[in-house]
């Protein structure tokens, strides 16, 4: 039995700051601008049997604002709103899915939800369009689309992001990271690849470099990479009409159009390649 299925979502917030899964911060602004308490949370809509459905989220977050949380004192995937029937939770074959029940329309108070897991989330699909999406530490793949939205996250496995004028967080990823950024802001705090386009947005990336190959191209985008420590790089940067900064030392060839830079970090064992075109890139090591 689900002894939260009557649980209001005012009531569930409190729970979840008590209990030291949600800050004092976080469910403030979940709470903000809630003046008349819902009375119940969405329900679960099962398409497939509950032991059946793989660990896994699809997220379609369009105008209104979700947080993920891992709790395993939960019985179920569970889901609460501000208001009810805008949102619905779905188990599929391929996993959890939260979406709106009807396509948004007009202009209404942002809607919040909360979907609390028994699980730590594997792999997730999240489409944000609009909103605002909070997510846990995974044990897999974030694969993400960010168009005018929001993505906060904790860590992954690997990273597959598309971000399209919105922004997206992410704290640490150990392992592939493929990311492209088309005018908005993506930034990574930890990781151990890099793979990105950048196209007239903004790349903030700091990881440890040992081993292989590793790129970025930047066209009217800026990147800063900043190289932690334990870091052995081989760097080579193409830049035409654009600026290189290194925070140590590179060899520059080339003309005033079209330059080259070179350089070495500790033994230089894993190879880091820039290309630049009426961009900037920028690597620090402090």
Not at 6 to 23: I, P, Y
Not at 46 to 53: K, L, N, R, Y
Not at 156 to 175: C, E, M, P, R, Y
Request: glycine letters at 12%; proline letters at 6%; one cysteine or more.
């Amino acid at each position: 039995m689900n002894e939260y299925a009557n649980e209001s979502f005012r009531a569930q917030v409190d729970r979840l700051v008590a209990e030291g899964k949600l800050t004092p911060e976080e469910a403030a602004g979940l709470l903000e601008g809630n003046a008349v308490d819902s009375p119940a949370p969405v329900p679960a809509l099962q398409v497939a049997e509950t032991g059946d459905t793989p660990p896994d989220l699809r997220l379609k977050v369009s105008g209104y604002s979700l947080t993920v949380i891992h709790d395993p004192a939960v019985p179920q995937p569970h889901l609460g709103a501000n208001r009810e029937g805008e949102l619905s939770l779905t188990a599929l074959p391929e996993g959890w899915q939260v979406a709106r029940t009807h396509p948004l329309q007009g202009s209404h108070s942002l809607l919040k939800a909360i979907l609390t897991v028994p699980f730590a989330p594997r792999h997730v699909a999240a489409q944000v369009e609009g909103g605002n999406l909070t997510l846990p530490d995974l044990t897999g793949e974030l694969r993400a689309d960010v168009n005018g939205g929001n993505i906060r996250m904790g860590s992954a496995l690997s990273l597959q992001a598309d971000v399209n004028g919105g922004n997206l967080n992410a704290a640490t990823i150990h392992g592939p990271a493929h990311l492209t950024v088309n005018g908005g802001n993506l930034t990574l705090e930890q990781a151990g690849s890099l793979n990105a386009s950048v196209n007239g947005g903004n790349l903030k990336w700091a990881g440890q470099l040992t081993q292989g190959d590793h790129r970025v191209e930047v066209n009217a985008g800026n990147a800063t990479l900043h190289l932690l420590p334990g870091s052995s790089v081989q760097l080579d940067a193409d830049v035409t009409v654009g600026a290189f900064k290194a925070d140590f030392p590179t060899h520059r060839s080339g003309g005033f159009l079209n330059t080259r830079h070179s350089g070495q970090l500790g033994g230089g064992d894993a190879q880091l390649s820039c290309r630049v075109a009426a961009g900037q890139v920028k690597v620090v090591t402090a």
